[in-house]
């Protein structure tokens, strides 16, 4: 099971070693910071173990005042506060396992029992808990997601967030056969789904608009006459403006059956308003329409 957070992975954890299923959390750097924790509390002070959480409150108190005065500092405020509900997790743990086996709870015993949990050794043939961060370069053939604050909602700024999908990218990439989330899906991931797909309305094409070639052939023809000799036949082109889109598009067809030129004039030949144009022509001059082709 992978999560960003350490808290819920460390209580489920704890649930399954209370039912006597194998557990690990992978991660000895996460156990020596929460015993680096622990160390800072009862430092200077004699702190029994059952006073320890009211220890462990005023201390996150005081940290959360230190912490507020920096601006922007939420995502800090958000991990040292995922620390604190760790430790509370083990020291509820810790205190039932205490009071099941009859043997008096202390400090020392308490960070005994961090130290034990917290292990990368062994690690086959168990249920393996690990953070986004400690699951990097790691794949399993079946991965459970806790896409808890994946990706974390106060990240603000471009670079936090840039983080975020690139924890989220880890977390979705360490599985080799399934996937599975428990809970709600991330807030920027959908999933396909056994629904229709969606009817795309095809974009209505605009026709380009077509010239007649007369013209621009006739002055050619006039002047050919006019200088003596057989009046050459030319080939008649148009020059038809498109968007850039539209362009690509026509480029692309070139070399097919008819070229661009032979989809062009099929298009313009099946429109409607082609067919009124030509027998309105018809009606009043022999002119004719090309469109890039040659007659």
Known sequence: MIGRCTAPLVSLCLKL???GKRAKVRGRDIGAGILDLIERLTRSKHVHFAAF???LDVYRDAQLELLGDTPDNEMAIDAFLDKVETVAAFYQAYRDEMIRTEIPATIEGFASYITDFFSDDDERQCILFSTIHKAKGLEFDVVYALSEKVPHPLAKNAWQYEQELNAEYVLLTRARKALYFLGQLMSNLNLPTDAPAPIIEPRATELPTVVTAEEMVAPMQEEEKRLG???R???ERL?????????AYLRSLKGGDNGYSGYLESLIQSDPRFAAFTEQALTTSPLSCVCNSTR
């Open 53 to 55: 959480l009211e220890f």
């Open 17 to 19: 070693l209370q039912q």
């Open 239 to 247: 020059q038809i403006k498109v968007s850039s889109d539209v362009a």
């Open 233 to 235: 036949k030319h080939k």
């Open 229 to 231: 000799g057989r009046p």
